[in-house]
């Protein structure tokens, strides 16, 4: 793939990648704000597991841009989305962790501080690069 299309492709997708980021973002603030007002656990873990949902499309949405656009940090990138899914596994959290737990908390900071420092470095550093 000549640079140029390379540019063409990110221009095409950054903007629903940054749409996803934004949605994940509110997604885990609302959860936080949800345990600091005291929901009760089933609405605490429906939202949960939007985030788990929509972590597992957006990751699965970067891996396909990455693989198409034939990225040299495909598969770090990908096996980094490995971890972060699998520590957010439904049943690690409903079953023995705290919603307003240190280690939950880890989790989102790990998540959020992917797509700002992985992600930004990766889609948008490249889409600013010169054809
Ligand atoms: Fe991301
Ligand atoms: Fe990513």
Known sequence: MNPRQRKLILAHSLPAIAAEH???FLLISNFQAGVRIG??????AALYERVIGLSIAHFAHEE???SEIEHPGFATHESAHGKMIADLAPATYLDSLDPGGI???????AILVHHIREDVGHFFADAETDA
Do not use: A, N, T, V
């Open 22 to 24: 934004r949605q994940l």
């Open 39 to 44: 929901w009760e656990h089933p609405q605490l």
């Open 64 to 66: 396909s841009l990455l």
């Open 103 to 109: 280690e939950l908390q880890h989790m989102f900071d």
